[in-house]
Nanobody
């Protein structure tokens, strides 16, 4: 059974940084693409970043340069380093993997004060 657990969210001032983690279990982590999504109140869930099994990454155009996705296959963990945070980055951040079906973590809240 796929299990994803996010952590690392919190309250940060604008311009600050956070590093989110997503611990994965129940599947062969190293061969699967992993993604971070986010959802702000009243908005649709949106893709933030993707990292594939080779380590290649893709980002939402508006976030490239501030956010960095990475993975540690020895720890079955995917990370999202977020720098230069803005109030509009405030959202619940979710880890996602698709193995025959979509699997999501419970999310971690990021709040950015101006």
């Amino acid at each position: 059974q796929v299990h994803l657990v996010e952590s690392g969210g919190g309250l940060v001032q604008a311009g600050g940084s956070l590093r989110l983690s997503c611990a994965a279990s129940g599947f062969i982590f190293s061969v699967n693409d992993m993604e971070w999504f986010r959802q702000a109140p009243g908005k649709e869930r949106e893709l933030v970043a993707t990292i594939d099994s080779t380590g290649a990454t893709n980002y939402a155009a508006s976030l490239k340069g501030r956010f960095t996705i990475s993975r540690d296959n020895t720890k079955n963990t995917v990370y999202l380093q977020m720098n230069g945070l803005k109030p509009e980055d405030a959202a619940v951040y979710y880890c996602h993997v698709r193995i025959f079906q979509d699997s999501w973590g419970h999310g971690t809240q990021v709040t950015v004060s101006s």
